[in-house]
């Protein structure tokens, strides 16, 4: 039998909804990043759907991040969540979109948090938002609501993440996808990535979200993936690490199950307790997992 696990990074979505945007899925749409993602662009992607691909590897529940870009209100995506959590074969949490330098910030935080699944948000900033005392201030509001943030950070602003998080101690703040590597070939970029990475270690309330395996690495191997994953459990400890697969968007590289059995393949020589936080019990102590 396999390991139980939490999925921490997936994404619903339903594009017929009237009141919801998906700008990057519409048919015409070139992602900023991968290019072109019309594999995956169906119509609808939700709880049941992902119970169907993974419901033989172990899932024992899922985070939903932010998957609706450009929806005039982002409450809007998290109440159909929460309508949809209701029913779902696998019970998943919620990290929501939220604009943290919007000057309605707090009221939307409040109203996001009607929805008792919501753990986090998620903020999409433009330029250099990581130093905006306007996110500053954004960011302040989430400890006494017992948030975190789901950080998008590539390694050219991780020391600017590390003193964000120094500046909010109280707040957890979770890397996505091992700081999204743009290059997976050139040393350079590795060592850079490398550097960034320790960096943000540094601060004790990062952790780093191992997830995205697939991204920007097609043909990948996972002993292509090996020197990337231990580095980042090497700096982050394995207390501070979670295991995602950026479903069904890493669909675009590999199965579901190849994912599960890579991460279980590069954590094997760790002890059965610290393969367990990495799995399972971090995601739940992160994201204030559900008792029942």
Known sequence: MKPEFIDTHVH??????PELTYGWLQPDAVHPILGDIDPIKS??????ALWAEARFT???????VQAAVGTPDPVVETAWLSEMAATSPVPFVIVASQDLSAADAVAQLDRHLEHPLVRGVRDFGTGDFLVDPRFDAGVSLLA???????????????????????RHEDVTIVLEHIGYPRNTTDPLYFDNWR????????????????????????????????????????????????????????????????????FDTLTDSYSWDEQQAMLIGNARATYRWPSS
Request: hydrophobic share 40%; glycine share 10%; proline share 5%.
């Open 12 to 17: 619903f979505w339903d594009l017929k909804h």
């Open 43 to 48: 119509v609808r992607f939700d709880s049941t």
């Open 58 to 64: 172990g899932l024992a529940g899922a985070v939903h």
């Open 144 to 166: 006494e609501r017992e948030l975190m943030l789901d950080l998008d950070c590539a390694w050219p602003d991780m020391s600017k993440a590390r003193d964000l998080a120094r």
């Open 195 to 262: 550097a960034g990475i320790a960096s943000l270690a540094s601060a004790p309330n990062v952790q780093c979200k191992i997830s995205g395996l697939g991204m920007n690495r097609a043909g990948w191997t996972t002993d292509g993936l090996r020197p990337w994953v231990e580095h980042c459990i090497e700096q982050f400890g394995p207390q501070r690490c979670l295991f995602g697969t950026n479903w069904p968007v890493d669909r675009l590289w590999a199965s579901y199950g190849d994912y599960v059995d890579a």
